[in-house]
């Protein structure tokens, strides 16, 4: 018995059709990628230094909250090497830095865990589509 499925829309070399993950995936000098990451590392890990020193001395509120501002630098730098000669790495900094934002809000504790839930996964959804549009970005096109 022979089972005949069809695919999802593919163009003539068989790739989908990903029109979001293709614009992510335009490439970049990747001089200017390096740059661009090597500095982002550098001044993620210049302001968690900052949060550090700040909840050491006690005066946590003059910065963001610590684990909050450890996860987000840890991901947004990883995934920003990772992407280098991509800039699909940009919607997940911006939402890194909007959760680092939105923790230290005073919010009613349920509404305060939704906000942050709701950041995480749309920070974890970023997370994939870069990393795909960085993929993407690497195979030939003909």
């Not at 990903?18 to 990451?37: D, T």
């Not at 302001?47 to 910065?63: F, P």
């Amino acid at each position: 018995m022979t089972v005949n499925a069809t695919p999802a829309v593919t163009h003539d070399d068989g790739i989908q059709n990903r029109p979001f993950v293709n614009g992510l995936a335009r490439r970049i000098p990747s001089a200017l990628g390096g740059l661009l990451v090597t500095v982002l590392a550098v001044l993620a890990f210049l302001y968690w230094a900052y949060c550090l020193v700040v909840t050491w001395i006690g005066h946590a509120s003059l910065g963001t909250p610590l684990f909050q501002t450890t996860v987000a630098a840890m991901l947004v730098v990883g995934v920003a090497f990772y992407a280098r000669r991509t800039l699909s790495w940009l919607a997940l900094l911006v939402l890194a830095a909007a959760w680092c934002i939105l923790s230290g809000l005073p919010l009613l504790p349920i509404v305060q865990v939704a906000v942050q839930a709701v950041v995480v996964a749309l920070m974890a959804a970023a997370a994939v589509v870069a990393t795909v549009a960085a993929e993407q970005a690497e195979r030939p096109r003909f």
